[in-house]
Nanobody, 123 residues
Framework: QVQLVESGGGSVQAGGSLRLSCAAS????????MAWFRKAPGKEREFVAMINSIGGLTTYLGSVKGRFTISRDKAENPVVLQMNSLKPEDPAVYYC????????????????WGQGTQVTVSS
Protein backbone atom coordinates (compact mmCIF):
# COMPACT_ATOMS: atom_id res chain seq x y z
CA GLN A 1 0.00 0.00 0.00
CA VAL A 2 1.27 3.47 -0.87
CA GLN A 3 1.52 5.57 2.26
CA LEU A 4 2.74 8.98 3.32
CA VAL A 5 3.17 9.41 7.06
CA GLU A 6 3.66 12.75 8.79
CA SER A 7 5.36 13.15 12.12
CA GLY A 8 6.63 15.93 14.36
CA GLY A 9 3.40 17.72 15.19
CA GLY A 10 2.68 18.96 18.67
CA SER A 11 2.01 22.00 20.78
CA VAL A 12 4.27 25.02 21.00
CA GLN A 13 4.07 28.58 22.24
CA ALA A 14 3.79 31.42 19.77
CA GLY A 15 7.25 32.23 18.48
CA GLY A 16 8.41 28.66 18.93
CA SER A 17 9.43 26.05 16.38
CA LEU A 18 8.36 22.63 15.16
CA ARG A 19 9.87 20.29 12.61
CA LEU A 20 7.51 18.14 10.54
CA SER A 21 8.68 15.13 8.54
CA CYS A 22 6.98 13.11 5.83
CA ALA A 23 8.09 9.54 5.19
CA ALA A 24 6.95 7.35 2.30
CA SER A 25 6.35 3.65 1.88
CA UNK A 26 5.01 1.52 -0.95
CA UNK A 27 6.80 3.50 -3.64
CA UNK A 28 9.58 5.97 -4.09
CA UNK A 29 8.57 9.63 -4.33
CA UNK A 30 11.99 10.79 -5.41
CA UNK A 31 10.61 12.00 -8.75
CA UNK A 32 7.57 13.76 -7.28
CA UNK A 33 7.01 17.27 -6.10
CA MET A 34 6.33 17.21 -2.38
CA ALA A 35 4.04 19.67 -0.65
CA TRP A 36 2.50 20.56 2.68
CA PHE A 37 -1.10 21.64 3.10
CA ARG A 38 -2.99 22.52 6.25
CA LYS A 39 -6.59 22.60 7.39
CA ALA A 40 -7.89 24.37 10.46
CA PRO A 41 -11.34 23.56 11.91
CA GLY A 42 -14.06 25.32 9.96
CA LYS A 43 -11.64 26.52 7.31
CA GLU A 44 -10.71 25.33 3.85
CA ARG A 45 -7.57 23.37 3.20
CA GLU A 46 -4.78 25.67 2.08
CA PHE A 47 -1.42 25.24 0.47
CA VAL A 48 1.60 25.85 2.70
CA ALA A 49 4.83 24.89 0.93
CA MET A 50 6.21 22.80 -1.91
CA ILE A 51 9.54 21.57 -3.19
CA ASN A 52 10.30 20.13 -6.60
CA SER A 53 11.66 16.64 -7.23
CA ILE A 54 15.30 17.70 -7.35
CA GLY A 55 14.99 20.06 -4.41
CA GLY A 56 16.27 23.21 -6.05
CA LEU A 57 12.93 25.03 -6.23
CA THR A 58 10.58 25.93 -3.40
CA THR A 59 7.42 27.97 -3.07
CA TYR A 60 5.42 29.06 -0.03
CA LEU A 61 2.16 30.49 1.15
CA GLY A 62 2.82 34.19 1.58
CA SER A 63 2.04 34.24 5.30
CA VAL A 64 4.64 31.56 6.09
CA LYS A 65 7.40 32.74 3.77
CA GLY A 66 10.53 33.54 5.74
CA ARG A 67 9.32 31.48 8.70
CA PHE A 68 8.87 27.99 7.21
CA THR A 69 11.43 26.07 5.19
CA ILE A 70 10.74 22.95 3.15
CA SER A 71 13.62 20.64 2.26
CA ARG A 72 14.31 17.16 0.94
CA ASP A 73 17.13 14.79 0.19
CA LYS A 74 17.36 13.20 -3.24
CA ALA A 75 18.57 10.02 -1.53
CA GLU A 76 14.95 9.57 -0.33
CA ASN A 77 15.41 10.90 3.15
CA PRO A 78 12.24 12.30 4.74
CA VAL A 79 10.85 15.54 3.38
CA VAL A 80 10.90 18.14 6.13
CA LEU A 81 8.98 21.30 6.97
CA GLN A 82 10.87 23.41 9.47
CA MET A 83 8.47 25.87 11.07
CA ASN A 84 9.93 28.78 12.99
CA SER A 85 8.31 31.81 14.60
CA LEU A 86 4.96 30.06 14.81
CA LYS A 87 1.93 32.33 15.05
CA PRO A 88 -1.58 31.91 16.46
CA GLU A 89 -2.94 31.57 12.92
CA ASP A 90 -0.73 28.56 12.16
CA PRO A 91 -2.55 25.86 14.19
CA ALA A 92 -4.06 23.21 11.93
CA VAL A 93 -3.74 19.64 10.81
CA TYR A 94 -0.79 19.58 8.46
CA TYR A 95 -0.80 17.16 5.53
CA CYS A 96 2.03 15.91 3.39
CA UNK A 97 1.19 15.40 -0.29
CA UNK A 98 2.99 14.16 -3.41
CA UNK A 99 2.22 15.37 -6.91
CA UNK A 100 3.38 15.15 -10.49
CA UNK A 101 4.03 18.85 -11.03
CA UNK A 102 5.74 21.59 -9.08
CA UNK A 103 3.69 24.17 -10.96
CA UNK A 104 0.36 23.76 -9.23
CA UNK A 105 -0.96 24.48 -5.75
CA UNK A 106 -4.31 22.78 -6.23
CA UNK A 107 -4.94 19.95 -3.80
CA UNK A 108 -6.71 17.96 -6.51
CA UNK A 109 -3.43 17.75 -8.43
CA UNK A 110 -1.79 15.82 -5.60
CA UNK A 111 -2.84 12.16 -5.72
CA UNK A 112 -0.97 10.97 -2.62
CA TRP A 113 -1.66 12.21 0.89
CA GLY A 114 -0.76 11.45 4.45
CA GLN A 115 -3.23 11.33 7.31
CA GLY A 116 -2.05 14.57 8.86
CA THR A 117 -0.34 15.71 12.02
CA GLN A 118 -1.75 18.23 14.47
CA VAL A 119 0.03 21.50 15.15
CA THR A 120 -1.15 23.64 18.05
CA VAL A 121 0.15 27.10 18.90
CA SER A 122 -0.61 28.80 22.19
CA SER A 123 -0.77 32.59 22.26
Amino acid sequence: QVQLVESGGGSVQAGGSLRLSCAASGRSFGNYAMAWFRKAPGKEREFVAMINSIGGLTTYLGSVKGRFTISRDKAENPVVLQMNSLKPEDPAVYYCAAGMSYFTRRSEDFPYWGQGTQVTVSS
